[in-house]
């Protein structure tokens, strides 16, 4: 059973620019969460989607944003790039929403915004 | 709002031996769960164990075990016989219950590296 998916890996891009993530999840798993990793804020949870549904949403700007399509593949967008949005943007997906299910984490995009 | 606290940025361990990671929440929920998450030099986030907070027996996993203290408010992870690949980043993370658990929102606390020496 393939694992998360998330693409691209790395990406470079310079301040004011757009970029767009993507995550898909288990077969199967129809429930994917964005996190940002820094060194400064560590871990942070950026949005939740549930069956193309956005479930929960952390304390982002605006610039953020996310999708899920109706294969529960997810994109997220980060618009007008700041050098602070250089990161490691996780995805998680898992089966449902509401049961105590594990969370499976993709090996991540690592943005450098320059 | 939840908080996780993880008091030990680094830890150092000699093979074979045991260490505790710490971390210590706050939350006003009576029911919740949570969790040690692994993050070796790959990035990719791998659950160790996890605790049901109506439990009040800890959970074990192999060599990794919990000290769940809820009145404490305290979730400690202990790894016995530490092997080298045990060398990783470890993250306490909480999940709340809100609206009946419909919501798969980690929040995670700041981290502890542990090295494993041989």
């Known amino acids: 059973k393939a694992g998360v998916t998330q693409t691209p890996r790395y990406l470079i891009k310079t301040r004011g620019q757009q970029v767009t993530l993507s995550c898909s999840p288990i077969?199967?798993?129809?429930?994917v969460s964005w996190y940002q990793q820094t060194p400064g804020q560590g871990l942070q949870f950026l949005f939740e989607?549930?069956?193309?549904?956005?479930?929960n949403k952390g304390n982002f700007p605006g610039r953020f944003s996310g999708r899920q399509f109706s294969n529960s593949r997810s994109e997220m967008n980060v618009s007008t790039l700041e050098l602070g949005d250089s990161a490691l943007y996780l995805c998680?997906?898992?089966?449902?929403?509401?049961?105590?299910?594990?969370?499976?984490f993709g090996q991540g995009t690592r943005l450098t915004v320059v | 709002a939840q908080t996780v606290t993880q008091s030990q940025p680094e830890m150092s361990v000699q093979e074979a031996e045991t260490v505790t990671l710490s971390c210590t929440y706050d939350?006003?929920?009576?029911?919740?769960?949570l969790f040690w998450y692994k993050q070796p030099p790959s990035r990719q986030m791998i659950l160790v164990i996890r605790?049901?907070?109506?439990?009040?027996q800890n959970a074990t996993e192999n060599r990794f075990s919990v000290n769940f203290q809820k009145a404490a408010k305290s979730f400690s992870l202990k790894i016995s016989d530490s092997q080298l690949g045990d060398a990783a980043m470890y993250f306490c993370?909480?999940?709340?219950?809100?609206?009946?658990?419909?919501?798969?929102?980690?929040?995670f606390g700041t981290g502890t590296l542990l090295a494993v020496q041989p």
């Open positions: 998680a997906s898992s089966l449902a929403a509401g049961v105590p299910t594990e969370a499976f």
């Open positions: 989607y549930f069956s193309e549904t956005q479930r």
């Open positions: 605790q049901e907070a109506y439990k009040q």
């Open positions: 993370a909480y999940r709340g219950l809100r609206d009946g658990g419909a919501t798969n929102k980690l929040i």
């Open positions: 939350t006003s929920e009576s029911d919740y769960y």
């Open positions: 077969s199967g798993h129809r429930s």
